[in-house]
């Protein structure tokens, strides 16, 4: 809350003298504060000032971002989630051009959730599938860990439940392991 208000009062000293380029930086920065802070409207309505301001620089690399979490954010949420999906596609396409790989994994992780939420089992195993191997690439443990939660959810949903116990047990172990430094 405290990071709110100060990004608030940035927001409104960049208006001031038109300085967009900070504007859309920090709008952006209060869509993801306000996500955190589960006001999921408030968070869309600065995701799509940034990603309005940044068009309008030709920042395609921030507009593309803003278009992604606003995206993301519809579909987890259900705040319209098919205008969300054309958000994600859209962004997907420019992030894949511009090779950002953490945008491409959040993407593919709300196309397999837009999927799964639409009983849509087999795109959205492809989507995880096609996540998994981006965040294998990039070794990041925290995004390994939330797709074995997303498969194990497609894995309950589509009642394999074994599946989704292996799932989660196989990532229990990697978590372990990785904390005793094996």
Not at 170 to 180: H, I, M, N, P
């Amino acid at each position: 809350p405290a990071a709110t208000t100060y990004f608030e009062r940035s927001l409104a000293a960049a208006e001031a003298p038109g300085n967009t380029e900070l504007q859309a930086r920090v709008a952006s920065n209060l869509g993801v504060s306000h996500e955190l802070l589960g006001a999921f409207a408030k968070g869309l309505e600065y995701y799509d000032q940034s990603y309005r301001l940044s068009e309008a620089r030709r920042d395609e690399r921030l507009a593309a971002y803003n278009q992604a979490n606003a995206g993301a954010l519809r579909i987890w949420n259900g705040i319209d989630p098919d205008r969300g999906l054309r958000d994600v596609e859209n962004a997907l396409a420019v992030v894949r051009r511009l090779e950002a790989k953490n945008f491409e994994l959040l993407c593919l992780q709300a196309l397999a959730a837009f999927h799964r939420f639409a009983g849509d089992y087999d795109a959205a195993e492809i989507e995880l599938n096609r996540a998994l191997a981006i965040a294998t690439e990039l070794g990041d443990r925290a995004d390994l860990t939330s797709l074995a939660l997303h498969r194990a959810r497609l894995q309950i949903d589509t009642g394999s439940y074994g599946a989704a116990i292996g799932t989660l047990s196989d990532g229990e172990d990697e978590e372990w392991g990785a904390r005793r430094g094996e």
